[in-house]
Structures are given as C-alpha cells and as structure tokens.
C-alpha cells in the first residue's frame, strides 16, 4: 500500500524528517511518500497557520487521488484540514493528533501532551474535546519552543521536552506522554529512555492505524457529512476547484 504523509508546513527539512520516521515504522509493502504544499506556512504555531495550511492539504490530497494513493495521514498535530481532506477520498485520512490520542488511550488511563508553543495548546485542547479525549488527557504542557527549534537548535529544544515531559511525570500522575508536534517524529525513543514513560508521537502512530484501516478493506464513509462535495464553480485563486467531481476511484471490498 502507499501512504501519503503529508507535512501542512512548508519547512522540508520536517518533512523529510516526518517521511524517515514514517517509513521506519511502516510495515514491509507499505510504501511511505512524504510531501508538503507548494504554499504555505514554514511553521504551524497559530490558527492563522492552521487555516492557511489547511488548502495546502487539500491540494496534497487532490494530488494524492490522481496517483491512486492508499491512504492519508496529516501530519500536523493540529490535524488541519482533516474532515475536509475526508471528503475528497475514500482512503482513509488519519490525523497524527487523533491518532496519537487514540494509541495513547489503549495504553493508559491518563495522559498528558507536551507541545511546542503554549498558545497552540489550546488547539489541542479543542481536539480532546472533539474526539472524545478530554477525560483521558490530564494536562497540555509547552516546552515553549518555536516548531523550528526542532530544526535549528535540536539539542536546546531537546532538552527543553525532557524537562517538560518529566514535570509531566512527576506532576500529572499519568502512565503516558503524547508529544505534540510533527517536528518530533524521531524523539519518541530518546525521550522515553529520559523519562522512563510510553512516549506516543502522532505520525507513527497514525502511519500504524491507517495500515490497519486499509488491512481491514475500510475507508472514508462516503454516507453523511464525508459524502464528496457537491461540484460548484470557485472564483480568483481557487478557480481551479471549481466542478471538482471524485475519482470514482473504488476502493478494495471489506474483508
Ligand atoms: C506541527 N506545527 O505539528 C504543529 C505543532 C504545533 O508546524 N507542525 C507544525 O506546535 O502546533
């Protein structure tokens, strides 16, 4: 199968590092592409970021259809664009946010989040309370570093996790972190070993969910509210959308 993973900032170091991390944890024959918008924001750090990042996945999904991909993952922990990206595919579409709630549940009863800058802790929050989470997640915490930190100064921001994630530890009786930022798709490892907890990052974890959605002959419900969209002209930039009619791509029949 082939997996789309999709970096919504514009930053290709991040993405080259998110796509590395993806295909080491991919299952043999799970073909792992890792792309970014051609426009957009270098870093998501804002809700102004996240809506303007959110058309860059929607072009990558559209792109994504035309090459006959499996399915999605939005690797961005505010997983802009997911329902949207849903409606134009009927691959599955797995954003690292829920995924990362989701295997965090299965392992334990309280988690918290360690993200980047403190202002978008609040989007993560409104995620808990969409998908469901909130009773699960004790606190979202910030290292209070910019996301591109994680680039250019690895080891600072490095340091600054750990420390966050051990106040966690010892403050938030948890039995596990989620890291909140697609930008440490590598650091589950060495943060684990540091804190002596389950560290969960989102795009391993959603890379594992959706080879278990594709595994099952599952895929986006087109019944409801993730139906295609109805085609309609668009006007100015995105005219290009306009009578955008679905792939008719059929998917492979439930197991
Ligand atoms: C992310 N920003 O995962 C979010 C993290 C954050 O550019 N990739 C980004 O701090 O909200």
């Known amino acids: 199968m082939q997996i789309r993973v999709i970096n919504p900032n514009t930053t290709l170091a991040m993405t080259t590092k998110i796509g590395a991390a993806a295909q080491r944890i991919a299952a043999p024959g799970t073909d792992v592409v890792a ?16 809506a303007i990042s959110a058309v860059g996945v929607l072009e990558e999904v559209l792109a994504g ?18 329902l949207a990206a849903r409606e134009l595919t009927r691959a599955p579409v797995i954003g690292i946010a829920e995924a990362a709630f989701h295997m965090a549940a299965l392992i334990s009863t ?7 800058l403190g202002r978008t802790g609040i989007i993560a929050e409104h995620l808990l309370e969409q998908y469901g989470f909130r009773h699960h997640c004790r606190r ?23 420390d966050e994630c051990r106040r966690a530890r010892d403050e ?39 080879e278990a959605v594709v595994g099952l002959g599952l895929g986006t419900s087109k019944q409801g509210d993730l139906a295609f969209p109805r085609p309609k002209a668009f006007t100015g930039q995105f005219e290009h959308f306009s009578g955008l009619t679905p792939t008719g791509r059929e998917l492979p029949k439930q197991k």
């Not at 915490?141 to 600054?160: K, S």
């Not at 972190?177 to 697609?182: F, M, S």
């Open 110 to 116: 309280r988690f918290s989040i360690v993200t980047t």
């Open 35 to 50: 792309t970014q918008p051609a426009s957009g924001p270098v870093s998501i750090e804002s809700h102004f970021d996240e």
């Open 172 to 210: 938030d009786n948890i039995g596990a972190i989620v890291l909140g930022c697609g930008g440490m798709a590598d650091l589950t490892g060495e943060i684990s070993r540091a804190v002596g907890l389950p560290v969960i990052e989102g795009v391993t974890a959603a890379v594992k969910l959706a």
């Open 140 to 162: 979202v915490r910030a290292a209070e570093i910019p996301v591109l930190d994680l680039e250019e100064n690895g080891e600072m921001a490095l340091n600054r996790i750990i």
């Open 65 to 82: 259809e035309r090459d006959g991909v499996d399915a999605y993952v939005i690797a961005c922990f505010g997983d802009p664009g997911l």
